[in-house]
């Protein structure tokens, strides 16, 4: 099955402490995306990466880092979290066809609180 | 910059009501539309989409219609059921490298029996 991935689904943890929410699509894409859902915000980019090696910011990547080593995962790294962002994390990913906006395919959502 | 503005939820309404969530968009050059929903516990599932203007994206009986001259896209459906109680969000993508999703504030539907 098609399908994108996200581990943890739920995870608390205090500030400063590390961590990091996986994400991984089978479907052999070259485009991945992490999103953060705040209520009456909708969803807000965070850093996104056009294939292996290649990851820029987003419109909210200050405290967040990412790394593409591997097609098929694109893991969210919070090297020292704050309260600030307690948030629903989405991974996305697409084909990433050159001049196409391609369909992009969400996994079911990390929900993360910073104490 | 880019911007999409939903209608405020939620709605509520009665099975085999007829819908309409309003989406209105402000983008520099020529975005594609989408509509996703959310159901819940759930990632996101695109619903519908529409690349140029005049086109009608449809699905699952739900339709919108990119309308270029009053930068609208608004969703419908003609007769509503309890399963499509859901957040429902307009987006919109420009072709750059980003190809970020610029997202409304989502409207949430809740259908009663």
């Known amino acids: 099955e098609a399908q994108v991935t996200q581990n943890p689904r739920y995870l608390i943890t205090v500030t400063g402490k590390k961590l990091t929410v996986t994400c991984s699509q089978n479907m052999n894409h070259e485009y991945m995306s992490w999103y953060r859902q705040d209520p009456g915000l909708g969803l807000r980019q965070i850093y996104y990466?056009?294939?292996?090696?290649?990851?820029d910011k987003g419109d909210v990547p200050e405290g967040y880092k990412v790394s593409r080593k591997e097609k098929r995962n694109f893991p969210l790294i919070l090297e020292s979290p704050s309260p600030n962002q307690t948030s629903l994390y989405f991974c996305?990913?697409?084909?990433?066809?050159?001049?196409?906006?391609?369909?992009?395919?969400f996994g079911p959502g990390t929900r993360l609180t910073v104490t | 910059g880019d911007s999409v503005t939903q209608m405020e939820g939620p709605v509520t309404l009665s099975e085999e009501a007829f819908l309409t969530i309003n989406c209105t968009y402000t983008?520099?050059?020529?975005?594609?539309l989408f509509w996703y929903v959310q159901y819940p516990g759930e990632g996101l599932q695109l619903l519908l989409k529409?690349?140029?203007?005049?086109d009608k994206g449809s699905n699952k009986g739900f339709e919108a219609t990119y309308r270029k001259e009053t930068t609208s896209f608004h969703l419908e459906k003609g007769s509503v059921q309890v399963s499509d109680s859901a957040v429902y969000f307009c987006?919109?993508?420009?072709?750059?490298?980003?190809?970020?999703?610029?997202f409304g504030s989502g409207t949430r539907l809740q259908v009663q029996p």
């Open positions: 987006a919109l993508s420009l072709y750059t490298g980003r190809r970020a999703l610029t």
């Open positions: 529409a690349t140029k203007a005049d």
């Open positions: 990466s056009m294939n292996v090696e290649v990851t």
């Open positions: 996305a990913s697409s084909l990433g066809l050159a001049g196409v906006v391609d369909e992009q395919y």
């Open positions: 983008a520099t050059g020529y975005p594609s």
